[in-house]
T-cell receptor, first 112, second 118 residues
Framework: QKEVEQDPGPLSVPEGAIVSLNCTYS??????FMWYRQYSRKGPELLMY????GNKEDGRFTAQVDKSSKYISLFIRDSQPSDSATYLC????????????FGTGTLLAVQP | GAVVSQHPSRVICKSGTSVKIECRSL??????MFWYRQFPKQSLMLMAT?????????EQGVEKDKFLINHASLTLSTLTVTSAHPEDSSFYIC??????????????FGPGTRLTVT
């Protein structure tokens, strides 16, 4: 079993839709959770960073972490064609040497 | 803030030659940088962790003599692909950890370098 599971998609939605992207994980030591957006042939861009359980909102983006279920989500409201990209979840345990563990990424296409 | 640059963005080289890729943190100091490799439609594969002033830590299966990493300063790490072969063709991406207070676990990525070995 992979440490982090993410549905690869592709996910296609109409413009204006609410998008829900999810990851599950198996390592209960993970405490730091991130969502990255990656456009084709570009480096990943950090969208959201969350520590432990709870919600965090930034504009049209909301990140949720449920540590009891080992489940994290990213919601995109009023999706736009410019949101079309691959979304990667990533997580890390506490400690100076702990590295980020990435999901495989979900390809999202927002249709105008 | 938290901008990471990479140079070159694209490079084509002949088999057997060496290629150097630079990764710079532009507006913050990064004691730790990471080098990833990404194949088409796949996620990032961590190759090595680069620490300023010390030897890099390589992931299992990554040849340290082939992928030389140097972290000479708090803002610069380099990856040299030695004696490149066509199977080394890939998208190489670096990231830097922002060690400012409260942001220790955030990593910021460079734009990537597309390496093609002919």
């Amino acid at each position: 079993q992979k440490e982090v599971e993410q549905d690869p998609g592709p996910l296609s939605v109409p413009e204006g839709a609410i998008v829900s992207l999810n990851c599950t994980y198996s390592n209960s030591a993970f405490q730091y959770f991130m969502w990255y957006r990656q456009y084709s042939r570009k480096g990943p861009e950090l969208l959201m960073y969350t520590y432990s359980s709870g919600n965090k909102e930034d504009g049209r983006f909301t990140a949720q972490v449920d540590k009891s279920s080992k489940y994290i989500s990213l919601f995109i409201r009023d999706s736009q064609p410019s949101d079309s990209a691959t979304y990667l979840c990533a997580m890390s345990a506490r400690g100076a040497t702990n590295k980020l563990i990435f999901g495989t990424g979900t390809l999202l296409a927002v249709q105008p | 803030g938290a901008v990471v640059s990479q140079h070159p963005s694209r490079v084509i080289c002949k088999s057997g030659t060496s290629v150097k890729i630079e990764c710079r943190s532009l507006d913050f100091q990064a004691t730790t940088m990471f080098w990833y490799r990404q194949f088409p439609k796949q996620s990032l594969m961590l190759m090595a962790t680069s620490n300023e002033g010390s030897k890099a830590t390589y992931e299992q299966g990554v040849e340290k003599d082939k992928f030389l990493i140097n972290h000479a300063s708090l803002t610069l790490s380099t990856l040299t692909v030695t004696s490149a072969h066509p199977e080394d063709s890939s998208f190489y991406i670096c990231s830097a950890r922002d060690t400012r207070q409260g942001r220790y676990y955030e990593q910021y990525f460079g734009p990537g370098t597309r390496l093609t070995v002919t």
